[in-house]
């Protein structure tokens, strides 16, 4: 009943299509979202996660997981990120990886709304640490679709990867074009 309601909605009231699947086979992934524009790219994310029916996750300080919010926050597939005893990011989501059976990270390589000329790596080094592949999709606000692409294995050679690894986003139009990467 509510993968219908996300259905009507994405692509009944909002005009979009979906261009891709994911394999269900993969349970472990880093899902690389661009161009992250607006607050609204958080909202599509949810009715596709819907409407392919996975399960996708996001993480959060474990601050924000506390009474009231934390049993929300878990429930639409967020998770706690504890960053003590002096883990860096990366490892700490390493970590998470490493305790689910299934953990599918959306993350936005951008790591802001704003405009910015370079990427932030750590997508690329979590999906690399935790041996699990990168999943591009792409948010065209341009053609109204939503694409999801080809899983993209890190070799841990960033500066060869990159490229090959971007490609997938060219032309890609975010819902302020102003905002997203120059890369694009």
């Not at 269900?24 to 909202?43: E, R």
């Not at 910015?116 to 109204?144: E, M, W």
């Not at 694409?147 to 090959?164: H, L, Q």
Request: contains cysteine; hydrophobic residues 45%.
């Amino acid at each position: 009943m509510r993968k219908r309601l996300y259905e009507f909605i994405f692509f009944r009231v909002m005009r979009w299509r979906l261009v891709g699947a994911f394999d269900p086979a993969i349970t472990k992934c880093v899902i690389a979202v661009m161009p992250h524009t607006c607050n609204f790219d958080f909202f599509i994310g949810l009715l596709v996660r819907g409407i392919v029916n996975q399960k996708m996750n996001f993480v959060g300080k474990k601050e924000l997981f506390v009474f009231p919010f934390g049993y929300y926050f878990r429930a639409i597939g967020g998770a706690p990120l504890d960053r003590s005893g002096g883990k860096n990011l990366v490892d700490a989501i390493v970590d998470i990886f490493n305790a689910r059976e299934v953990f599918r990270l959306g993350i936005a390589p951008e790591g802001t709304r704003k405009h910015v000329d370079t990427l932030r790596t750590g997508f690329y080094f979590i999906a690399h640490k935790a041996q699990v592949p990168i999943i591009p999709v792409a948010f065209d606000f341009g053609k109204k679709e939503v694409r999801i692409g080809a899983p993209f294995y890190p070799t841990g050679e960033v500066d060869n990867d990159m490229p090959t690894f971007l490609a997938f986003y060219k032309g890609v139009q975010g819902r302020y074009p102003e905002r997203q990467f120059s890369g694009l």
